[in-house]
C-alpha cells in the first residue's frame, strides 16, 4: 500500500540536505507576498473580491492567506493586488523532480500516490467551494515540516480571464501544467485535475528509461517534459502509448496509469472530476495513507505529535510507549522511525523494537497507515537478518508471524500492504523454524488467497510466488500447497503474465518447488511444457529466467517421459529443444547458466526412447564443446560427463547392431 513513509525514504535518501535543514528550523514562520498588478481599477476591485475568499479557506494542505489589499506602484503607476502568504516550507515538489530527473531514478508509486492522496483531498474541498486553484504547477506544490505538502500561489478568476495580461504576465514554462481548455478561456474544477494529472505523471517521467520511452514514441529532438505535453494538447492519443510504456517498462500500476488517463482527458467534459474520483479504490488506498478526513477519520489535532526528533531510538521508543493506544502519537513516530532504519545502531536494535511494533498492531487493528508502517520496517529488519544470515530471534517467532498474517487477513483489499507482507514472509520463510510457523499458522492458504484475488496484478503476483517457493521446501507445507491448489494457481499465474520477465522468473520459481510433490495427468504435463518452452522462447536473454524455467523443466522431467518428447518434438510455433541450444550460445559465459542446460539435458538422457533423437540433433557434440570450454568447473564437467556416457549406449548399440547386420 503506498504510504507517506515512502516518501519521507525518497527524499531522506535522495534530499538529505532538505531534512538536516528541517531538523534546525524551529517554530519558525515567514511570509511571502504574492502582487497581481491590475491597470484597471474596476478589475483591481473585482479581483479583491474574489481574493478575500482565499482568506476563509482552512485547510491542512492549503498555505495561509494572512492578508489581501491593494497597492499602488508608483514606477509603472499600476494598481496591485497584494496576498500575503504564511510560508513555512522546506521546499517544493519541483526540487524532488529535478534532484530525480538529475540522477535519472525513477519516483516509487507509493510517494505518488501520498501526493496523490493529499491533491483529491485538497481539491474536494476547494472545488465544494466554488474555489478554482488554476495555476497548479510543482513550484507551487511546497513540502511542509512534516512532510506533507501545501498548495500556494492561487490565480484569481478575473487574471485568468483577462487574456492579454494573462498571456503577457505567464511565462511559457509556466503554463506547461495547464489544461488544454485555456486556449478556449474556458476554466471550471476539471481545469485543476488536468493540471494534477500532468504533474503526476512528470513523477513518472524521471528516470533514464521513461526520458528514453517519450524521446521514442514522441521524436523530440530535445528530451524536455514540455514538450511531452505540448504533443499530449494537440493530440490526446499521445498519451496512452507513453502510458502503456510507463506500466510495461517501469511497472507503474495499470490502476494509476488508467487514472492519470482519465485526469488528462482533453475534452474537460469527459475528464473525471474530483468527487468521482474518491469512489475508486486505488483513490481510497491514497487518501487513508495520507489520513484524509473523507476516509471518515479525525485528522490529527495541531500540535500532539511532539517526536523527539534528534534523540535516540531508546527515547523514541519511551515516546511511542506513553501513548500507545493513540494514533496521533505512532503515526509520526513510526515515519520517524522509518527515516531512522538507514542508520546501522537502529537496524541492530530490532530486540527492543519489534515488541513495541507487534503492540502497535494488536492496539491498532483497524489503523491501516500504523499497519504499513510497522510492516515496512518489520520487512527492512528481515532483509538485514538475512545479509547477516541471522534465522532466530523475535523477528522469526510466532507473535511476529501470527500478528502479520492477521494484518494480511484483515487488510486484504489494501494491494500494496499485500505485497509488503508478501516480500516479508518470504524472506522469514528462509529460516526453517519460521516457514514451519508460517505453514501452521495457514500462511499457506493467506498467500494463495492474495495470489487468487490479484492475480492480473504482476507487482503482487512477484512476491506471492517467491514467498510460495520459500515455503514449499518444507515437506509440511508443501502438501498444504498441494491440497489446497498452488501449482494450477501459480500455472495461471504464468500464463496470464507470460510476457513479464520478473514474473515469469519468480512463477517458474514456485512451479519448480511445487512439481516435486505433485501428481500431474498427462495433459497437464504437456501443457505446462509447452507454456515453459513459450517462455523460455520469449525471456532467452535472460539470465535467470532461463536459470529458472531449466529448472522447472528438469524437475518436470524427472517425473515424465512426455516433458522430454514435448521438448524434442517441435509444434508450430516453438521448437523446445533449439530454443535450449539457442540459449547455451546466448548465455555461454555464465556458468550458472550453462549448468541448469547442462542439468535439463542429464535429466532428459534417463529416457533411452529419447537418446536418438538427442544423437540426431547432435546434443553430444554440444555437450562436448562446453566440457572443453568448462574443463575447470568440477560441477559442470561432471553433469556434462553422466549425459555423455548415457549418449554413448546408444552410439554403442547402434555399432553393434551394424556388426550383426554385416554377419
Avoid at 211 to 227: D, H, M, N
Avoid at 410 to 439: N, P, T
Wanted: charged share 25%; hydrophobic share 45%; aromatic share 6%.
Amino acid at each position: 500500500m503506498a504510504n507517506r513513509y515512502e516518501l519521507l525514504r525518497t527524499i531522506s535518501k535522495d534530499c538529505y540536505g532538505v531534512l538536516q535543514m528541517m531538523r534546525d528550523v524551529k517554530e519558525s514562520r515567514t511570509v511571502a507576498v504574492k502582487m497581481i498588478e491590475c491597470m484597471d481599477e474596476a478589475m483591481v476591485n473585482k479581483a479583491l473580491r474574489e481574493a478575500m475568499i482565499l482568506l476563509e479557506l482552512k485547510h491542512p494542505n492549503i498555505c495561509k492567506y494572512k492578508e489581501i489589499f491593494v497597492g499602488w506602484n508608483k514606477e509603472d503607476a499600476a494598481l496591485s493586488v497584494c496576498m500575503v502568504i504564511e510560508y513555512s516550507s522546506v521546499g517544493d515538489l519541483a526540487f524532488i523532480i529535478r534532484d530525480k530527473r538529475r540522477r535519472m531514478e525513477k519516483v516509487r508509486e507509493m510517494v505518488i500516490k501520498n501526493f496523490l492522496g493529499q491533491m483529491v483531498d485538497v481539491l474536494v474541498f476547494l472545488h465544494s467551494k466554488n474555489v478554482i486553484h488554476g495555476n497548479l504547477k510543482p513550484t507551487n506544490i511546497l513540502l511542509m515540516q512534516d512532510l506533507s505538502f501545501a498548495i500556494s500561489d492561487f490565480i484569481v478568476p478575473t487574471f485568468i480571464k483577462d487574456e492579454v495580461k494573462f498571456k503577457i504576465r505567464m511565462k511559457d514554462d509556466e503554463k506547461t501544467w495547464m489544461a488544454p481548455e485555456l486556449a478556449e478561456g474556458k476554466v471550471n474544477s476539471k481545469y485543476d485535475i488536468w493540471s494534477t494529472g500532468c504533474i503526476i505523471l512528470e513523477m513518472m517521467m524521471c528516470s533514464k528509461i521513461s526520458v528514453e520511452i517519450y524521446f521514442q514514441l514522441l521524436s523530440q529532438k530535445e528530451k524536455e517534459f514540455k514538450q511531452v505535453v505540448q504533443a499530449i494538447k494537440i493530440d490526446g492519443k499521445q498519451l496512452e502509448p507513453i502510458l502503456e510504456e510507463l506500466h510495461t517498462k517501469l511497472k507503474y500500476t495499470s490502476n494509476l496509469c488508467d487514472l492519470v488517463q482519465r485526469m488528462m482527458e482533453q475534452n474537460d467534459e469527459k475528464r473525471i472530476s474530483a468527487v468521482e474520483m474518491v469512489e475508486l479504490q486505488y483513490v481510497k488506498e491514497a487518501l487513508i495513507i495520507c489520513n484524509s478526513s473523507l476516509t471518515g477519520r479525525k485528522r490529527s489535532p495541531v500540535g500532539l505529535m511532539n517526536v523527539p526528533y534528534g534523540a535516540d531510538i531508546d527515547k523514541l521508543l519511551v515516546y511511542m510507549q506513553s501513548g500507545i493506544d493513540v494514533e496521533e502519537v505512532q503515526i509520526p513516530a513510526l515515519k520517524y522511525m522509518v527515516y531512522l532504519m538507514y542508520e546501522a545502531e537502529v537496524l541492530m536494535a530490532s530486540a527492543r523494537i519489534i515488541p513495541v511494533l507487534i503492540t502497535l498492531l494488536n492496539c491498532h487493528p483497524k489503523c491501516l497507515e500504523i499497519q504499513a508502517y510497522v510492516c515496512q520496517i518489520l520487512l527492512k529488519f528481515a532483509i538485514k537478518a538475512t545479509e547477516l544470515s541471522v534465522e532466530d530471534g523475535i523477528l522469526f517467532s510466532e507473535a511476529v508471524i501470527n500478528i502479520v498474517l492477521s494484518v494480511m487477513e484483515s487488510q486484504r483489499k489494501c494491494v500494496d500492504l499485500q505485497v509488503v507482507i508478501c516480500k516479508l514472509l518470504m524472506v522469514l520463510s528462509g529460516s526453517e523454524a519460521a516457514g514451519k510457523l508460517i505453514g501452521q499458522a495457514n500462511g499457506i492458504q493467506s498467500i494463495l488467497m492474495t495470489l487468487r484475488m490479484y492475480i492480473d496484478y504482476s507487482h503482487i503476483c512477484i512476491p506471492c510466488c517467491g514467498a510460495i517457493w520459500s515455503l514449499v521446501t518444507n515437506k509440511g507445507n508443501a502438501r498444504t500447497a498441494q491440497l489446497e491448489g498452488a501449482l494450477e494457481t501459480v500455472w495461471q499465474v504464468l500464463e496470464n503474465h507470460l510476457q513479464n520477465g520478473d514474473v515469469v522468473k519468480s512463477a517458474c520459481s514456485a512451479l519448480w518447488a511445487l512439481s516435486l510433490e505433485e501428481t500431474l495427468s498427462d495433459a497437464q504435463f504437456e501443457d505446462i511444457t509447452l507454456l515453459l518452452i513459450q517462455a523460455f522462447d520469449l525471456h532467452i536473454r535472460k539470465e535467470n529466467s532461463v536459470k529458472n524455467i531449466c529448472l522447472t523443466l528438469s524437475s518436470l522431467i524427472r517425473m515424465s517421459e512426455l516433458v522430454a518428447f514435448r521438448i524434442l518434438v517441435p509444434d508450430m510455433q516453438h521448437d523446445g529443444l533449439k530454443v535450449i541450444k539457442e540459449s547455451y550460445y546466448i548465455h555461454q559465459t555464465d556458468a550458472k547458466v550453462v549448468q541448469t542446460i547442462c542439468m535439463v539435458f542429464l535429466d532428459m538422457v534417463q529416457y533411452e526412447d529419447v537418446l536418438p533423437d538427442l544423437i540426431s540433433q547432435k546434443v553430444d557434440k554440444l555437450l562436448n564443446e562446453i566440457k572443453i570450454k568448462f574443463a575447470s568447473n568440477e560441477d559442470i564437467v561432471t553433469v556434462v560427463n553422466s549425459t555423455l556416457l548415457k549418449l554413448q549406449t546408444i552410439d554403442g548399440k547402434s555399432e553393434n547392431e551394424g556388426s550383426k547386420t554385416s554377419v
